[in-house]
C-alpha cells in the first residue's frame, strides 16, 4: 500500500476533496439540526401555551356553570 507521500498527484487530489466536501457537510448539518432544534422547541412552547390556555378556558367555563347551578 503506497503512503500518502506516494501517491499521485490524482489522489492527493481526491482524498483532499472528499476531506473538504466531508467537513462542509458536517458544519452545514450541525448548523441545520440546531436550527431545526431551535424552531421545534418554539413550536412546543408556544403549542403548550395554546393547550394551557385551552384548558384553563375549559374550567373557568365549568366554574361559571357550577356557580350558576348553585344560585
Given at each position: 500500500?503506497?503512503?500518502?507521500?506516494?501517491?499521485s498527484l490524482k489522489s492527493q487530489i481526491t482524498w483532499s476533496f472528499m476531506v473538504v466536501v466531508l467537513c462542509v457537510s458536517i458544519i452545514l448539518s450541525f448548523i441545520y439540526y440546531r436550527s431545526q432544534r431551535m424552531l421545534f422547541e418554539d413550536?412546543?412552547?408556544y403549542q403548550d401555551k395554546n393547550d394551557v390556555a385551552?384548558?384553563?378556558?375549559i374550567m373557568d367555563k365549568q366554574l361559571r356553570l357550577?356557580?350558576?347551578?348553585?344560585d
Open positions: 500500500m503506497k503512503t500518502p507521500k506516494n501517491w413550536n412546543l412552547t385551552y384548558l384553563l378556558g357550577c356557580e350558576k347551578l348553585s
